[in-house]
C-alpha cells in the first residue's frame, strides 16, 4: 500500500507514451494482488487462529474492529478500480479528453490508498508494534506519499500548461480522423 501503489501511479505521470499506461496497469495489479493477500492473511490470523486482542476478538470488539472494516471497504473500493480505469481509457481515446470516469478512476484511487496507508499505520498501533517500527513506517509513508501527491500535481500542471497552449485539443470534433492530438 505504501510503495506498490503510490510508484504505479507516480509511473503513470513520469513515463512518456503508452508504456506508462502499460507499467501502470501491471504495478497496480500486483500492488493489488498483495493487498487481496494480505487482507487474506488478516481474516485467517483472526478467523482461525482467534488472535485475542484488548480482551477479545479484533472484530468482535467495537474499540478495534475499525481497522479490518477500513482494510475491507478499501478493498471493495479498489476491486472497482481496473473497471473505472479500462473505462476511462476506452472513453478518453475516443474524445481526447477526461470525462467522468476518468475523475472517478483518478479520485477513487487517490482517496482509499490514501485511507490504506493511514490504515496500515493504524494496524501497526494496534497491534502494539514498536517506536522504531511505527516511525520507519510513517517516514516510508510520508515520502511515498509525497512524491506521489507532488506527481500528480506535476501532471495536472503539464496537461494544464499543454491545454493553454493548445497542444491539447477542447472537443474530438474538432480534430479529423486521423489526426493527431499533439
Excluded at 470525462?99 to 501497526?124: D, E, K, P, V
Amino acid at each position: 500500500m505504501v510503495v506498490l501503489f503510490p510508484v504505479g501511479s507516480i509511473f503513470m505521470r513520469i513515463i512518456p507514451g503508452r508504456l506508462s499506461l502499460w507499467i501502470h496497469a501491471l504495478f497496480q495489479i500486483v500492488a493489488f494482488c498483495v493487498y487481496v493477500a494480505v487482507v487474506g492473511l488478516g481474516i485467517y490470523l483472526v478467523r482461525m487462529v482467534q488472535i485475542p486482542f484488548a480482551g477479545g476478538s479484533l472484530l468482535t470488539n467495537p474499540d478495534t474492529s475499525y481497522h479490518p472494516i477500513i482494510g475491507i471497504v478499501v478493498l471493495a473500493f479498489l476491486a472497482i478500480q481496473p473497471i473505472l480505469g479500462i473505462i476511462h481509457h476506452a472513453k478518453f481515446k475516443k474524445v481526447q479528453r477526461r470525462q467522468m470516469w476518468s475523475y472517478l478512476h483518478i479520485f477513487n484511487g487517490r482517496l482509499f490508498i490514501t485511507l490504506g496507508i493511514a490504515n496500515g499505520a493504524l494496524g501497526l498501533w494496534m497491534a502494539g508494534a514498536s517506536k522504531k517500527l511505527k516511525t520507519a513506517y510513517i517516514a516510508v509513508a510520508a515520502v511515498m506519499w509525497s512524491l506521489w501527491m507532488l506527481s500528480a500535481l506535476f501532471g495536472e500542471r503539464r496537461r494544464w500548461r499543454a491545454s493553454k497552449m493548445g497542444l491539447v485539443p477542447a472537443k474530438r470534433g474538432n480534430m479529423n480522423d486521423g489526426d493527431v492530438p499533439f
